[in-house]
């Protein structure tokens, strides 16, 4: 869709925190991107996870 | 495959809920019932829950309940409560009719079932065919139907 190959993984906020290979896009519900402050990555809010539409178009705008 | 993850009477159907946090109980407490987790699974969801707020909403209408991979976990699992009348969690995706649980061993898994879980869950129809199921013999063959 977007053309581009990631390495996804799924980590708790805790594990996001203190990454030491910090992820370049950090994908979260909007509840816990408080928890996310400070992280050095692009943090994005996903309302509906399994909307291909929302994914791509957030990524995309952040990727580009 | 994703119809393993289900053990026996772990998809339930009734009419309502008190509230958000007792469903959400009612549906971990399926995979304690099923063999997946200890009790203590429980008490790791909603300890989450209260600290976080309702951040596994993860669709409109859907909830999907987990706590990190820890010792907790005896085998991947998921388990559905479906409600008749939906629930109000605080998410901007209410109100929740589809309670999904979930559970993992380790973080690898956990993005397994989720990958396998989110292909299923984006497919057209799907989450309406869930919610107007008449049977839960006809829900067991939504979610088993494409043999993830």
Do not use: W
């Not at chain 1, 993984?9 to 979260?28: H, K, P, Y």
């Not at chain 2, 209260?50 to 991947?76: C, E, N, Q, R």
């Not at chain 2, 061993?105 to 869930?130: C, I, R, Y």
């Amino acid at each position: 869709m977007l053309g581009i190959e990631a390495e996804v993984r799924a980590v708790s906020i805790d594990e996001a925190r203190g990454a030491d290979e910090m992820a370049q896009v950090v994908l979260a519900t909007p509840e816990i991107l408080d928890q996310l402050a400070g992280i050095p990555a692009e943090v994005i809010a996903i309302n509906n996870i399994f909307d291909l539409g929302e994914l791509g178009e957030k990524l995309k705008a952040t990727l580009s | 495959m994703l119809s393993s993850y289900f053990g026996p009477g772990s998809i339930v159907t009734q009419g309502t809920s008190p509230s958000f946090v007792a469903a959400v109980t009612q549906s971990v407490s399926l995979l304690v019932t099923s063999g997946k987790t200890k009790l203590s699974y429980v008490d790791d969801v909603l300890e989450s829950l209260k600290t976080l707020g309702p951040y596994f909403v993860i669709a409109p209408g859907l909830a999907l309940a987990h706590a990190k991979p820890s010792d907790s976990v005896l085998a991947p699992g998921m388990a559905l409560l479906r409600l008749d009348e939906p629930v109000i969690s605080g998410s901007a995706n209410d109100p929740v009719s589809l309670i999904f649980s979930m559970c993992s061993p380790n973080a690898s898994e956990h993005v397994e079932m989720l990958g396998d879980f989110g292909q299923l869950m984006s497919t057209d129809q799907v989450m309406n065919n869930l919610l107007n199921a008449s049977a839960l013999s006809v829900i067991e063959d939504i979610l088993f139907r494409y043999a993830l």
